[in-house]
């Protein structure tokens, strides 16, 4: 009788020590989820070049509630307040230098575009900014191994 109530309460503890590490293992496959899907995750890119020597416009979210990027032509900062949904971009600063006028116009675009989102979605590694009117542009979040600057 000892020998199977020793039995019983070594399932019982194997059960509920399965069970702790299960639920450890699931919360932590959620905490990486969450981070893979965060606005701050890193440089989101356009699919796309907007520039004529194949450089891709990109924005990073920063976690501080700066943001920096590359519009096809001119670098670009500012500052942003992101909850779960909503997004607020205040005026984006702008560099002055001077490209191609199709250039020009693709990047103005693209800073429209951050100013005036209201709410972005990420599905993945694609990021997506909604504005009023319905439109959006989607982003790619950009590889480890991708470089903004050409050195190579």
Do not use: H
Not at 22 to 39: E, F, K, M, Y
Not at 45 to 71: I, W
Not at 120 to 149: C, H
């Amino acid at each position: 009788m000892n020998r199977v109530l020793a039995f019983l309460f070594f399932m019982l503890f194997l059960a509920g020590l399965s069970f702790v590490l299960l639920r450890d293992v699931g919360s932590r496959a959620q905490q990486a989820a969450a981070t893979a899907n965060s606005i701050t995750s890193g440089a989101w890119q356009l699919p796309f070049s907007t520039a004529r020597n194949s450089e891709v416009a990109y924005v990073e979210f920063k976690n501080d509630g700066t943001l920096t990027g590359f519009g096809g032509c001119n670098s670009v900062n500012g500052t942003y307040i992101a909850t779960d949904r909503t997004i607020d971009v205040a005026r984006i600063a702008v560099t002055r230098k001077a490209c191609p006028p199709l250039v020009m116009r693709a990047e103005s675009a693209f800073v429209g575009t951050l100013e005036s989102a209201v709410a972005y979605q990420i599905v993945g590694s694609t990021l997506t900014l909604l504005q009023p009117g319905g439109d959006k542009l989607e982003f790619r979040l950009a590889n480890e191994d991708t470089d903004n600057d050409d050195d190579t």
